[in-house]
């Protein structure tokens, strides 16, 4: 009887590391995809609608309709694109509408809080809502945005209770932000679920559609689901083939379950011609690390590291570069003077663990630590956090404490680059 149980063991086992090993990304479809780009309708219909609310608009006329539906295309356009400029015209037009309206209009405000959470500059977003508050919101408005400022300064507790005041389950919105919540308390069943109610709550949108499967395409690979995720990306892809962001997803999979660094590396290259973004950028650097490819890993974060160096990017890419700076661009005192400018932007535990590893690199573990026992122990961690709380742990000879961190940064280990993953199955 024993031997029968370690037989029928072992063939789980060997059944298990097959299918978690597979391959999941189609390499046919792909090829198919690259080859029949082509300009995408999403870029066309945006394009025509960019024509269309850019010409309704006379110059030196007051008008809420117009400006704000040529704004809301631009930054569809920024979504498609990637262009940051795109984001700046949006903002110069609804200040200049709420300069026209003299302030009593809280529309034109609301719309530089969605700008300014895109550019992470998340205080300045917090000032126009309160006055955009002052002027006059509905109760969705108030409640929603602000969870939005509170859930992204780290205000956990009043987003939690804008969220409560709210309670409308049936909402679109109020389900993407519950999912929201859930990832940030490391509860992903849940966060899967409310972001699929999302879906399901999308209507006849395509867009409100593919933004929440995509962000379920997200969560799944946290998961460690990249069956799932992939099938959500290809859905994406499939009602919009210019999701990049999608795309860059089966990139993702291709390069962390698949190990096919190739595919991996073509798809973020075939992205990186089609959008002005520095995003694939920092996905080809990992394709390099997982080929053990330091030179051309090298020259990838060179070139990200010169292009998110422009001041129109502001905060938007520190914790990409903290990870570069403390890592193939060995910069420490950089990441560090990155990652302090950050908490003054928002003072999360996620930001003070990046500030905590970035001591750490710059060879200051005591200094390290204090800012651990007091802003980060005991908080919810990413994976990546998790393992840099790790190491610090570990340079301080808390083994055990290390193992911990270690173990619960594994769960999330598709999310993290191949260095990463070699060291954590090194420990």
Same mark, same amino acid.
């Given at each position: =009887? !024993? &031997?029968?149980?370690?037989?029928?063991?072992?063939? @789980?086992?060997? $059944?298990?590391?097959?299918?978690?090993?597979?391959?999941?990304?189609?390499?046919?479809?792909?090829?198919?995809?690259?080859?029949?780009?082509?300009?995408?309708?999403?870029?066309?219909?945006?394009?025509?609608? #960019?024509?269309?609310?850019?010409?309704?608009?006379?110059?030196?006329?007051?008008?809420?309709?117009?400006?704000?539906?040529?704004?809301?295309?631009?930054?569809?356009?920024?979504?498609?694109?990637?262009?940051?400029?795109?984001?700046?015209? $949006?903002?110069?037009?609804?200040?200049?509408?709420? $300069?026209?309206?003299?302030?009593?209009? $809280?529309?034109?405000?609301?719309?530089?809080?969605?700008?300014?959470?895109? &550019?992470?500059?998340?205080?300045?977003?917090?000032?126009?809502?309160?006055?955009? !508050?002052?002027?006059?919101?509905?109760?969705?408005? =108030?409640?929603?945005?602000?969870?939005?400022?509170?859930?992204?300064?780290?205000? =956990?507790?009043?987003?939690?209770?804008?969220?409560?005041?709210?309670?409308?389950?049936?909402?679109?919105?109020?389900?993407?932000? /519950?999912? !929201?919540? =859930?990832?940030?308390?490391?509860?992903?069943?849940?966060?899967?679920?409310?972001?699929?109610?999302?879906?399901?709550?999308?209507?006849?949108?395509?867009?409100?559609?593919?933004?929440?499967?995509?962000?379920?395409?997200? #969560?799944?690979?946290?998961?460690? !689901?990249? *069956?799932?995720?992939?099938?959500?990306?290809? /859905?994406?892809?499939?009602?919009?083939?210019? *999701?990049?962001?999608?795309?860059?997803?089966?990139?993702?999979?291709?390069?962390?379950? *698949?190990?096919?660094?190739?595919?991996?590396?073509?798809?973020?290259?075939?992205?990186?011609?089609?959008?002005?973004?520095?995003?694939?950028?920092?996905?080809?650097?990992?394709?390099?690390? /997982?080929?053990?490819?330091?030179?051309? /890993?090298?020259?990838?974060?060179?070139?990200?590291?010169?292009?998110?160096?422009?001041?129109?990017?502001?905060?938007?890419?520190?914790?990409?570069?903290?990870?570069?700076?403390?890592?193939?661009?060995?910069?420490?005192?950089?990441?560090?003077?990155?990652?302090?400018?950050?908490?003054?932007?928002?003072?999360?535990? &996620?930001?003070?663990?990046?500030?905590?590893?970035?001591?750490?690199?710059?060879?200051?573990?005591?200094?390290?630590?204090?800012?651990?026992?007091?802003?980060?122990?005991?908080?919810?961690?990413?994976?990546?956090? #998790? @393992?840099?709380?790790?190491?610090?742990?570990?340079?301080?000879?808390?083994?055990?404490?290390?193992? &911990?961190?270690?173990?619960?940064?594994?769960?999330?280990?598709? *999310?993290?680059?191949?260095?990463?993953?070699?060291? #954590?199955?090194?420990?």
């Amino acid at each position: =009887m !024993k &031997q029968i149980f370690i037989s029928l063991l072992t063939v @789980y086992l060997f $059944a298990s590391c097959k299918n978690e090993n597979k391959t999941i990304v189609s390499a046919t479809f792909v090829d198919s995809l690259i080859i029949n780009y082509g300009q995408p309708a999403a870029i066309k219909a945006n394009e025509t609608d #960019l024509q269309f609310w850019k010409n309704r608009i006379v110059p030196n006329t007051p008008d809420l309709v117009n400006t704000a539906k040529y704004a809301s295309t631009l930054i569809a356009r920024f979504n498609l694109l990637g262009d940051i400029k795109d984001v700046k015209t $949006a903002d110069s037009v609804s200040q200049k509408t709420a $300069a026209d309206f003299k302030g009593t209009e $809280a529309g034109p405000y609301l719309a530089q809080v969605a700008h300014s959470i895109l &550019q992470h500059r998340f205080k300045e977003a917090d000032s126009l809502y309160r006055i955009a !508050k002052a002027i006059g919101l509905k109760k969705y408005e =108030m409640l929603s945005v602000s969870f939005d400022i509170n859930f992204e300064l780290g205000k =956990m507790n009043y987003a939690e209770n804008d969220l409560r005041k709210l309670d409308f389950p049936n909402d679109y919105g109020y389900q993407f932000r /519950q999912s !929201k919540l =859930m990832h940030y308390k490391g509860d992903l069943d849940s966060s899967i679920s409310a972001m699929q109610q999302a879906v399901a709550l999308s209507g006849t949108s395509d867009a409100l559609k593919q933004a929440a499967l995509s962000n379920a395409g997200d #969560l799944y690979i946290h998961a460690g !689901k990249l *069956d799932k995720a992939y099938d959500a990306y290809v /859905q994406c892809i499939k009602m919009n083939n210019a *999701d990049l962001h999608s795309i860059m997803g089966i990139g993702w999979i291709a390069l962390v379950n *698949d190990k096919n660094d190739s595919l991996a590396e073509k798809i973020f290259q075939f992205v990186a011609t089609k959008t002005k973004s520095p995003e694939p950028l920092f996905k080809l650097t990992a394709a390099a690390e /997982q080929r053990g490819d330091s030179a051309l /890993q090298l020259k990838y974060a060179k070139t990200f590291e010169e292009k998110v160096s422009d001041t129109l990017y502001g905060n938007m890419y520190n914790k990409y570069l903290i990870q570069l700076y403390t890592g193939i661009l060995n910069q420490p005192a950089r990441a560090e003077a990155i990652a302090k400018a950050e908490l003054e932007n928002r003072n999360t535990p &996620q930001t003070n663990a990046w500030y905590v590893w970035a001591l750490l690199c710059n060879n200051k573990a005591d200094e390290a630590y204090r800012v651990y026992e007091k802003s980060v122990s005991g908080k919810p961690l990413e994976g990546l956090e #998790l @393992y840099w709380m790790g190491k610090l742990m570990q340079s301080l000879n808390k083994g055990f404490n290390a193992k &911990q961190f270690f173990k619960e940064a594994e769960k999330n280990r598709y *999310d993290l680059s191949p260095a990463v993953v070699r060291d #954590l199955e090194k420990e």
